[in-house]
């Protein structure tokens, strides 16, 4: 998997301003990533960002928000088997394990859209 590097501020990809992370696959050692974390500043954008975006959401209908989540899963299915050999790579967790917790995401989003319409009532007919 070719992990994104940067963060995504107001809807462009911007690379770190602060100190620099980097993981190593705990069994071999060698190095997965290296990125520089957000700066004060940069974090003070994301979320003034975040929270200028946050009423236009609000106003979509709950079928386009429920839309996206839905994509949402569509993207875990279809990049699991990527997703599984990071989860591995990073965690130093089997395979076969890292399969079924990637496989689990996509029940839990499900679960989460089910559990939110029996709680509110609030699904829109498509």
Known sequence: MH????QLINGAWVAGDAASLSKH???S???L???ATASAEQVDAAVKAARGAFPGWARKP???RQALVERFVEVLKERGEELAVAIASETG??????????GAMVGKVALSLKAYNERTGEREKR
């Open 25 to 27: 696959d705990p069994v």
């Open 33 to 35: 990533w290296q990125a």
């Open 29 to 31: 050692g060698q190095p």
């Open 93 to 102: 967790t089997p395979l076969w394990e890292a399969r079924t917790e990637a």
């Open 62 to 64: 709950l079928s386009a």
């Open 3 to 6: 992990a994104q590097q940067q």
